[in-house]
């Protein structure tokens, strides 16, 4: 048996090349989806219909055909089903060859006059998918949609509109290819909840992503950040807490008792495509944060402005946990930390011997592991005529936990 995968593009047979042309034309039966076969269905031609690759091999061996060719939306390479598909094919000891096609990226790109290697790409069908995070983040993306809530374009630019990114330009490109084929433009706000005939995708323009802080390590200078009356985390402390919390690129961060927001920026440039929560129980320190984050380029930070732990509820669970205030309610904090993620990152800030014991108590009770204690002690050159003195910095202890998960903890 020889299999022939081919990427039929948007799906009308007019834009395949000349040898997955001949390679449909050729092959005594044709396998994919209802929609992709009905050109060849109508010609009389032999089809089955089938879609996963579990299903497609199902079929193949099934009908045991000499010659066969599998029809993939779009083009092989670009979140295709090829993907899943091949490695079975090869394990079955199938010959197979494979024929490209064009994306629908390249073919609204096309359409709309524009390149598209700038342009960051993701698949909000049958994926996890944060627009507003990702437009955030690389300024352009082009979303291959679904039909299911959460999936449609309009429901995306509905999410984009609810983070404030309503005025992001999007181009929705509907039945490309086809004869009905149309492309809807304008803001996100204006097309948010619209409905739109499958297949469909979407194409979203914001601002550039700001880069006025370009670095990847943390320790951002103090100078940086404007600070007011508010106590700040200190560049030194900073760096090593955030490495402390191991922090992912699609991480959800809360910084609790944020102060100035130097941890929280710190975060969301780190967790670029994620989100960081940033606590604050002061009017003045919220202010801060939001202009911390402006400045640097955090676009991803979320400022809450509340007291812990009441504040937490109705967040995001978290998969790392910076404290640096906790008003005396430590251990409150920890539990409602746990009951949103079980396994969270925790890294706590204590300045005082106070706080150091009620940290370490509250880490060894509830059912945290990896447990570790650090003391950091920082000393600054500081000029005294033609001579420099080391001026020392109060020391910090850092302690931190990982949740052991849901089968330890019963809060």
């Not at 440039?269 to 202009?291: D, H, N, Q, S």
């Not at 920890?334 to 108590?361: C, G, Y």
Request: charged share 20%; net charge neutral.
């Amino acid at each position: 048996m020889k299999v022939s995968l081919i990427g039929m593009g948007p799906g009308s047979p007019s834009l395949l090349t000349r040898a997955a042309e001949e390679a449909a034309a050729g092959a005594s039966l044709l396998v994919g989806s209802a929609r992709l076969l009905e050109p060849y269905q109508r010609a009389g031609r032999r089809c089955r219909e089938a879609i996963l690759a579990p299903a497609v091999l199902r079929v193949l061996r099934e009908e045991q055909p000499e010659t066969a060719a599998v029809l993939l939306s779009g083009d092989l390479g670009f979140y295709s089903g090829a993907k899943s598909l091949l490695p079975l094919l090869r394990e079955a000891g199938v010959e197979t060859v494979c024929h490209c096609g064009i994306s629908s990226l390249q073919y609204l790109c096309g359409r709309l006059g524009r390149p598209w290697e700038d342009i960051h790409t993701a698949s909000a069908h049958g994926r996890a998918c944060d627009p507003a995070a990702l437009l955030r983040r690389w300024g352009t993306v082009f979303f291959l949609t679904g039909e299911k809530p959460g999936q449609t374009p309009g429901d995306l630019c509905h999410r984009l509109a609810e983070e404030g990114l309503g005025g992001a330009r999007v181009w929705v490109g509907s039945r490309l290819s086809y004869p009905e084929e149309a492309i809807a433009a304008g803001r996100a706000e204006e097309l948010a909840g619209r409905a739109f005939p499958s297949p469909s995708v979407l194409l979203a323009e914001g601002e550039p992503p700001p880069a006025p802080w370009p670095y990847v390590t943390p320790g951002i200078p103090d100078h940086r950040f404007v600070r007011g009356q508010v106590p700040m985390t200190k560049a030194e402390v900073r760096g090593v807490a955030v490495g402390k919390l191991r922090v992912a690129p699609g991480d959800t961060l809360w910084d609790v008792g944020a102060g100035t927001g130097s941890v929280a920026v710190e975060m969301a440039l780190l967790a670029r495509e994620g989100r960081v929560f940033a606590i604050e129980k002061g009017a003045e320190g919220c202010a801060l944060i939001l202009e911390n984050a402006q400045r640097l380029g955090a676009r991803n930070l979320v400022v809450v402005q509340g007291e812990a732990p009441g504040a937490l509820e109705p967040l995001h669970p978290p998969d790392g946990v910076f404290i640096g205030g906790s008003g005396g309610r430590l251990r409150e904090i920890l539990e409602a930390v746990l009951r949103k993620n079980p396994r969270a990152r925790v890294v706590i800030a204590a300045v005082t011997l106070e706080t150091l014991a009620q940290a370490s108590a509250a880490l060894a009770e509830l059912p945290f592991g990896e447990t570790e204690v650090v003391q950091i002690t920082a000393a600054r050159a500081r000029a005294a005529g033609r001579y420099h003195l080391m001026e020392g910095q109060n020391p910090v202890f850092l302690l931190r936990g990982e949740g052991k998960g849901p089968d330890e903890w019963e809060g």
